[in-house]
């Protein structure tokens, strides 16, 4: 008995020596975590308009085509409110410059599962390890990279998944152009759909005072907010469950009567036709994210 | 509690410790294997431990009432009375509604529904394995095989032993409840068996079968959408996720039995080696075929009523496999495909063997002499074991019977008009080749790691780099994990 419990203890010894192997190295690959946090460390002050989000606002918004510089897109792929919540709560104060935030909202933002009380928790680890946000009350309290397997795997092994996403300067995704579309785009829209529609509304309370909680935060720090509704393709936004869109715009009528934001709504805008889509909800970072950036900086500038 | 989870990396080691320094005192140890199994069974969900104590409790007292009685219709009774309990409490979790919704579109159909309702209720895990493992031991008390035993907490050891409570091996009382019976002593060979039998286990788990998952997933959500070579491909990685899932649960549980001094029944050996389809249903999860044979097969008459009576039995025999895997068309249809091909090879067999067959076959007996051809006839008819069973696997991961024959017949339009479609195609099959390559140079041995005494590997420190490889191999390349799939069993 001895002498294997003394082989078990060597072995998970060199086996903790491999993983802290791993963690160092992965920890100093960049990853779009580690890149926002350290531009919002160092140039946080020179941001005035700060972009915030799902992967609609990540894949959607070039703050470098908005005139005047000092933009910033600080959303993240699966982003759910609760996180935006968290995120501008640690970081505004690293933004003392800061006058508006636009603030994504989506058909399913009101209804999503928290990340917390999804199988994707681990998601937090990055959030807690390169953003100083932790929640979770599971591991992500340690903060290792290498508990959130899908990151840590982009970055040790590249062939194993899908290559790490990578976004510019100001943190626009940078990776899913026209010209990477796939023939068959539209063919995702069930599963997207699926994926969007949330039958059971038991998180539609807790969303909502996070969402109140964004706009809470914003007034009390002086920043305007505007709320956006992305837009969408026909083959989305005619197949969804009208009921779930109308108890979100519902929702969006009486946070804007209680905080007095503006609502800009471009969700059936028919200026977006199939080449400024990536697949049937998010514009293409190339094209569309460019078209899209330049109408809401025109029509939140002319309100002026 | 899953195997492959952050609470069973604490659970394991915690209960090794405590297990092992309970030695000496067997029915405190057995006490806290049963304490220690109902934690992991109800980790997730608590409310089916009365079911599963109830089972045993019952199954516990018909033993005895069985053992203790000479006369022959009260044994029978309560034989009886104690299977239409147990199927029936498995029945209305996993099959009432199923039936009760089959009946309802036939009456419809027929211009008369039917109001009968559908319960939803949650299938508790593991149920099918324990309900059949009970079974066992009644049915052989009521045989004569074994005499019932008294020590109730022994009996709830046997039937709630954690490693395998969930996923089998489905045991029988005979084999392993002696084994609750008397005092264990920590072998260390038997332990560093266990541990390597984990370490592949979850090797088969994280990245053959996880990875598989996400390819086989992503390929099935879209098959309109796919060429008949992206549906060969979505099929082959099933082929290989579901025999990566279930073999590596199976070899994590007799790992983790090895470590507490318990033989669990091996439930797989190398199935994709088989040269035909009986071979092959006698290498694929071994507890439920044998199972199946002595409760089933055998007491319908087996091959004892002529070859017809025989044919038919297998078929009925591989009908009711299909419908222990769940209340779906698609397992039937499953169990009755290899029911099909069964029948098909032993006609063939008899056929082959008959008196008019006989002397041609003989005249070219220069065939065997040739060593080539030999292994060239072997690879062929393994192969082609394999194509069989892979349509099969199609049958069984389909949503419904319309998907899949939809399904088989775009695959067999052969048609190719782009690459893969999954776009980590490449890294999963390599994978699998390094997998199937360690299980081919393993397949005569007891399992993967069984490492020959002789060459490289019987320097401790190759052995250790290949199993410290192995580890990181699992946490580095593994798939995003998900559940196992016979757990929905």
Redesign the interface.
């Known amino acids: 008995?001895a002498?294997?419990i003394r082989?078990?203890v060597i072995?998970s010894f060199?086996?903790l020596v491999?993983?802290g192997a791993?963690e160092y190295y992965a920890r100093r690959q960049p990853d779009v975590y580690s890149g926002k946090a350290d531009y919002v460390a160092v140039n946080g002050g020179d941001i005035e308009t700060l972009f915030i989000g799902s992967s609609l606002t990540y894949w959607g918004v070039a703050p470098n085509v908005w005139d005047g510089g000092k933009a910033y897109n600080l959303a993240f792929n699966g982003q759910t409110i609760d996180m935006v919540y968290y995120l501008l709560k640690r970081r505004m104060k690293d933004m003392p410059n800061l006058e508006r935030v636009i603030l994504e909202v989506a058909y399913f933002t009101f209804f999503d599962s928290f990340f917390e009380d999804t199988e994707h928790w681990a998601k937090w680890i990055p959030y807690e390890v390169h953003l100083d946000v932790g929640r979770h009350p599971?591991?992500s309290r340690y903060g290792f990279e290498?508990s959130c397997?899908?990151i840590f795997?982009q970055k040790?092994?590249p062939?194993?998944?899908?290559p790490l996403e990578n976004c510019d300067s100001l943190g626009h995704a940078d990776y899913r152009n026209l010209s990477v579309r796939s023939t068959?785009w539209k063919?995702?829209k069930d599963?997207i759909i699926q994926s969007h529609t949330i039958s059971d509304w038991e998180n539609v309370p807790g969303n909502y005072n996070y969402f109140a909680g964004v706009l809470e935060l914003c007034r009390r720090a002086g920043v305007e907010v505007i709320v956006c509704m992305f837009p969408a393709h026909e083959s989305y936004y005619t197949r969804i469950d009208p009921g779930q869109l109308a108890k979100m715009y519902e929702l969006i009528g009486t946070l804007k009567s209680r905080y007095g934001f503006r609502f800009l709504d471009y969700f059936k805008d028919a200026r977006f036709n199939d080449g400024d889509f990536f697949d049937v909800v998010h514009l293409n970072n190339d094209v569309g994210a460019h078209k899209f950036t330049r109408i809401l900086h025109d029509d939140i500038m002319k309100s002026f | 509690m899953q195997f492959i989870s952050?609470e069973f990396l604490l659970f394991l080691p915690s209960v090794f410790c405590a297990y092992?320094l309970l030695r000496r005192w067997v029915w405190w140890q057995n006490l806290f294997v049963v304490m220690a199994s109902y934690m992991f069974y109800g980790w997730a969900d608590w409310r089916y431990l009365g079911l599963i104590a109830g089972y045993t409790l019952w199954s516990f007292f018909s033993g005895i009432l069985i053992g203790s009685s000479g006369n022959e219709r009260f044994r029978k009774g309560v034989l009886w009375a104690t299977v239409a309990v147990n199927l029936g409490v498995l029945g209305l979790y996993k099959y009432f509604d199923f039936f009760v919704d089959n009946f309802n579109r036939v009456f419809t159909a027929f211009g008369m529904p039917l109001d009968w309702v559908t319960l939803n209720l949650v299938l508790p895990v593991g149920i099918s394995f324990y309900t059949f493992q009970a079974l066992s031991y009644t049915v052989d008390v009521y045989r004569n095989k074994i005499a019932p035993t008294k020590d109730a907490i022994s009996f709830f050891a046997f039937l709630g032993f954690f490693p395998q409570l969930v996923a089998g091996p489905i045991e029988r009382a005979d084999t392993l409840l002696p084994q609750f019976q008397r005092m264990r002593r920590?072998d260390?060979v038997k332990?560093?068996e266990g541990?390597k039998r984990v370490l592949w286990g979850i090797f088969k788990k994280m990245v053959i079968a996880d990875n598989c998952a996400l390819a086989v997933d992503y390929i099935f959500?879209?098959q309109t959408?796919m060429d008949g070579f992206n549906l060969l491909t979505g099929a082959f990685f099933f082929t290989f996720q579901i025999y990566g899932d279930f073999s590596g649960y199976s070899d994590i549980a007799i790992g983790c039995g090895k470590l507490l001094g318990i033989d669990l029944m091996e439930n797989f050996r190398f199935p994709y080696f088989s040269r035909n389809i009986k071979e092959f249903w006698q290498r694929w999860h071994i507890s439920l075929n044998l199972w199946l044979r002595d409760y089933v097969y055998i007491p319908l008459g087996g091959n004892r009523k002529g070859v017809k009576r025989m044919l038919f039995n297998i078929l009925v025999v591989f009908a009711i496999s299909g419908l222990w895997h769940g209340a779906r068309w698609t397992y039937i249809g499953w169990g009755l495909y290899n029911g099909l091909l069964i029948v098909g090879f032993l006609l063939a067999v008899m056929l082959l063997n008959s008196n008019r067959m006989a002397k041609p076959i003989q005249k070219m007996w220069w065939w065997g002499k040739c060593v080539a051809i030999r292994k060239v006839g072997v690879a062929l008819s393994v192969i082609s074991t394999f194509l069989a069973v892979m349509v099969g696997w199609v049958v069984f991961r389909s949503g419904g019977v319309q998907n899949a024959v939809m399904y088989l017949k775009d695959m067999f339009d052969f048609s190719v008009t782009s690459g893969f479609a999954y776009?980590?195609t490449?890294?999963v099959l390599c994978y699998i080749l390094f997998f199937m390559a360690v299980e081919f140079a393993a397949r005569n041995r007891r399992y993967a790691l069984d490492f020959p005494s002789a060459g490289l590997m019987r320097m401790k420190i190759v052995r250790?780099v290949v199993?410290?490889g192995l580890?990181?191999a699992t946490?580095?390349?593994?798939g995003?994990?998900c559940s196992f799939i016979y757990f929905q069993f």
């Not at chain 1, 062939?159 to 899908?162: G, M």
């Open positions: 008995m002498r294997f082989n078990i072995f060199l086996m491999g993983l791993c599971k591991l290498i397997p899908s795997r040790v092994v062939w194993a998944e899908q068959e063919s995702s599963l | 952050v092992w920590f260390y332990g560093v541990m959500a879209r959408e776009s980590q490449w890294p250790w199993f410290w580890a990181m946490f580095l390349l593994g995003e994990p």
